[in-house]
Each structure stands twice: as C-alpha cells, then as structure tokens.
C-alpha cells in the first residue's frame, strides 16, 4: 500500500523497549511509514527504554521528514521514555534548557 493519502496510525510500544526487541520495533514503524501519510507513537506504557530505541525513533523521524510524512509523539515524553532521553543526554536536566519540542 502506498502511504501518500492513506490515514495517520498510532503505534503502541509498551513494556520494555531495548536492543532485545528492536528489529520488531524497525518492522513496525517502517511498515506505519509506508503505508500511513503520518505515525503518531504512544510510548507511554514503556518499563524501560535504551538508546537502541531512541535511535530507532530519531531515525524515524528523520526519515518521516524527508518524505513529507508527519511523525509525533502521541503525548510529551514521560516516565520510562523521559528517562532515557535524559540518561543519554538527548534532553537536558533543565526543562528550560531543552531547545527540542519533539520530545516535550
């Protein structure tokens, strides 16, 4: 299916989402890329999170904005997401530091 028009989709990752599981994640969010016009990801339910995940993400997204597809968070990160994201120095400490909007 071409993804041009087709409808936005919302992925759900929950549980621990690190290196073990990663291929999965790759297949699901390349799948949504092409077939959807835009991905919405709801990672609130996440127990854990590594840097294999965040890469995932960023890499996404990057490729979501080169082919003119949308990509966002389904709601600020938190819990498990923001504390990888803090842990690997992609956001800073300081709410007030943070130049990313993506993430927050």
Known sequence: MDGDGAAACTLRF???LTIRD??????RLTAALRDHGAVTVDAADATEVDAAFLQLLIA???????EGRGFALAAPAGGALLEALLRCGILAADPTARDDRFWT
Request: charged fraction near 25%.
């Open 22 to 27: 990663v291929e999965v994640h790759h297949a």
């Open 14 to 16: 929950a549980g621990a």
């Open 60 to 66: 996404a997204r990057r490729s979501a904005r080169a």
